[in-house]
């Protein structure tokens, strides 16, 4: 705590290319958690250093999911635009000793110029240009007289270095491009690991946060620095990237699922996007949770998505009002019940929070059960609804079956039950037990609704390598065909169409859902499935 005069500084500085993922909350969450816990404080700085690729859409998005996480940067939004010409003066001091030169060989000849890990690269022949035909052509790059690609700014360093990213860098490229906040003010543009080191001096950061891959980088990032900044210098920290189970976090491969038509849009709930999870039903306490239980490490490793899920119905547990929801129905007529008879049944909205309190529900002679769990031919220990069995309606009654209906084909149309009118729950006179217990919807009162039953996205466990992808990557192949299936016959109970886009339920027995928080209405309900009830995490945990 002595370094620094105990003051700490972090920023989150995200590119606006895409929206950000699951892996980028682990970064909000370490960047601002640290910043809370020492007291300190934390920028939300946009990478906009590339306009080919970046777009105010995305700039948006980025806002509202770090809001949505619980996090505030305040009066502290920047962006490396805002330094575009402080960048500028920079590159030009550098010129001015000696330590950068303009560059006229192609992007593919810098690269045969840089040589390998084992062999050392070779000088550019247009090293050794003097300062000031240096200066004249950087300005000349500034003025937009050259084309894309026939010039690059690099820093003057050393073509021997064991560490490739030293050896002589690019830092300034031509991109004849209009910039979403800058126009076309500008057609030369800072590359990142020379913007963003003297983006943190300029901004004050103390800890300059990012994960592994950068590390190779920090050499470079301690070199800019130390050449242009003379007091309050950053220092770079790097640790391990979320690496999850069933998941990909490149953008390059979640923008090909959102351009090839693969999900419906970033923020398709099945996409690890922030907002694809908040749309999906995630809540921002499950993500912190998360974040915090795996920790910051160095090495690389991979996390089982059942570990976020289980955070995720930790939290759902506590918030979820309970409702119940028939997803395949299967008509339910109560032979000795009087059909023209309403009964409201008392039922409460969360059985271990007495607070949440109670709601009623109509119940009539005709209800609506889910079609497996009733069968004609059943096995052993079968305890739901079967010739002659009895089962409890959640909230109501034991019915007995009595008879089944069929149409012409033999599919089951109807099942006929008896009730006995002294089983009401919470009834006095109910003492009766039965092993099976079913959730139901009065058929009168129904909604019918759209349920969409999502499942990962990617088959595979193992994530794909996110470093030296190439263009034969076959992620594609693992896409799990059956990741949304939508139920459109679904029949809910009166009070869900009423809720609002985004409230969340635990439907009996079937999992958590979320009202859909674009498509969802009164009048044409959509919910999400969020996560199902079976929880593999705690019980390997046990």
């Known amino acids: 705590m002595n370094k620094n005069n105990g003051r700490v500084h972090t920023r989150f500085p995200p590119e606006p290319n895409g929206y950000l993922h699951i892996g980028h909350a682990k970064s909000i969450c370490l960047n601002f958690g640290i910043a809370q ?75 045969e110029y840089r040589g390998t890990l084992t062999q050392p690269g070779k000088e550019s022949p247009f090293r050794n240009r003097s300062i000031g035909e240096n200066l004249d052509l950087f300005m000349r790059m500034r003025a937009g007289e050259f084309p894309n690609g026939s010039r690059v700014l690099r820093a003057k360093i050393d073509m021997a270095s064991a560490n490739l990213n030293m050896r002589d860098p690019v830092l300034y490229r031509i991109m004849h491009e209009i910039h979403h906040r800058t126009g076309d003010q500008w057609c030369i543009y800072p590359m990142y690991d020379f913007a963003h080191p003297l983006s943190d001096a300029l901004e004050n950061i103390t800890h300059s946060v990012c994960t592994l891959e950068f590390e190779d980088h920090r050499p470079l990032y301690d070199w800019l620095v130390d050449q242009l900044i003379a007091e309050n210098k950053p220092r770079q920290y790097e640790f391990a990237r979320l690496n ?150 959640k909230h109501a009654y034991i019915i007995q079956c009595e008879k089944v209906v069929k149409d012409q084909d033999g599919n089951i149309r109807e099942v006929h039950c008896a009730y006995d009118p002294e089983t009401k729950s919470g009834g006095a006179a109910s003492q009766r037990k039965v092993k099976g217990t079913l959730h139901w919807v009065s058929a009168r009162h129904a909604v019918s609704a759209e349920i969409r039953l999502y499942d990962y996205l990617i088959r595979d466990e193992q994530p794909s390598e996110e470093e030296g992808i190439t263009e034969d990557d076959d992620f594609l192949s693992k896409i799990n065909p059956d990741s949304c299936i939508t139920l459109t016959n679904c029949k809910v109970e009166p009070n869900l169409g009423k809720c609002a886009p985004g409230d969340k339920f635990q439907f009996l027995r079937q999992g958590y859902f979320c009202a859909d928080s674009k498509e969802h209405t009164p009048e044409n309900p959509v919910f999400n499935r969020i996560v199902g009830l079976r929880d593999s995490w705690a019980k390997v945990n046990k």
Request: with cysteine; hydrophobic share 35%.
């Open 37 to 111: 816990e020492f007291y300190g404080l934390c920028n939300l700085r946009f990478d906009d250093t590339n306009p080919s690729r970046e777009e105010v859409e995305f700039v948006e998005s980025i806002k509202e999911d770090v809001r949505w996480l619980g996090f505030s940067w305040n009066d502290r939004l920047y962006y490396a635009s805002d330094y575009f010409e402080a960048l500028f003066n920079f590159a030009v001091k550098l010129i001015q000793d000696g330590k950068a030169y303009v560059c006229d060989l192609t992007a593919e000849e810098i690269r």
């Open 244 to 393: 999850l189970t069933n998941t990909v976090t490149s953008k390059r491969k979640l923008r090909q699922l959102v351009e090839q038509g693969y999900v419906r849009g970033w923020d398709d709930p099945r996409m690890p996007t922030i907002s694809g999870i908040r749309r999906r039903g995630y809540t921002p306490e499950a993500i912190r949770d998360f974040c915090d239980r795996i920790g910051v490490a160095r090495a690389n490793s991979i996390v089982d998505i059942a570990l976020l899920e289980h955070c995720l119905r930790e939290d759902l547990n506590l918030k979820a009002q309970r409702a119940m929801a028939v997803l395949d129905p299967i008509k339910v007529i109560i032979t000795n019940y009087p059909q023209d008879q309403i009964e409201m049944l008392e039922a409460e909205n969360h059985p271990e929070n007495p607070d949440a309190g109670k709601r009623l529900l109509p119940f009539s002679g005709t209800v609506f059960i889910e079609r497996e769990d009733f069968m004609e031919d059943p096995p052993k220990k079968y305890f739901r609804l079967s010739p002659g069995a009895e089962v409890r309606l």
